[in-house]
């Protein structure tokens, strides 16, 4: 069969490694920023970290409570499609959520981590911007082309608070940047 066929496109199982990029997806952020804050070195001054509660500025407490939202929107939306889905998704629903988390996500923390270390953090305004752009035209795909019609209201309680739980934190972390 071609593998431009209709039955070649079809929603089946997935295995190995794409069974799980997603989900490694989505925590490579989380990770990251808990990881970097701890290791790297001079950085309590640079974020005006206090020895005494509430510890750091209040940006970083949205970052937490929205990021651990979002990341808990993501993991029960990854479950959802385990069971009862089966994760019979089509490829092209897979690979769109994998280019969001890993072309749009991935490179905006990286994009934002260099800017909160930066003297002159307007140097990354315009890649992040541009990086921001992408990314959400990468979330809308995702949503309007395969979650429109057949997601039901379970799944689009994870998708809204993945989607709308990571965007509340980027906004924290920016206005801790940029405000």
């Known amino acids: 069969m071609p593998a431009s066929s209709p039955a070649s496109t ?10 799980y990029l997603s989900l490694v997806l989505l925590f490579v952020p989380a990770v990251a920023f808990g990881a970097l804050l701890l290791l ?72 934002m981590w260099l800017a909160m270390l930066s003297a002159q953090p307007a140097r990354y305004l315009v890649p992040i ?5 992408y990314t959400v035209v990468a ?10 019609k057949r997601c039901g209201p379970e799944e689009t309680r994870y998708h809204r608070l993945l989607v709308f739980g990571n965007g509340l934190a980027w906004l924290a972390w920016f206005h801790f940047i940029y405000g």
């Open 129 to 133: 911007v541009v990086v921001l752009i």
């Open 10 to 19: 079809a929603a089946r199982p997935v295995s190995g490694l794409r069974n």
């Open 40 to 111: 790297t070195p001079g950085l309590a001054q640079r974020l005006h970290l206090q020895a005494a509660f509430p510890f750091v500025p209040w940006q970083f407490w949205v970052v937490l409570l929205a990021g651990a939202g979002a990341t808990y929107g993501g993991v029960a939306d990854w479950r959802y499609h385990r069971n009862p889905l089966h994760l019979k998704l089509p490829a092209k629903e897979r690979d769109a959520e994998a280019l969001a988390l890993g072309a749009g996500g991935v490179p905006m923390f990286g994009l």
């Open 139 to 148: 979330i809308c795909y995702d949503e309007f082309v395969f979650h429109r």
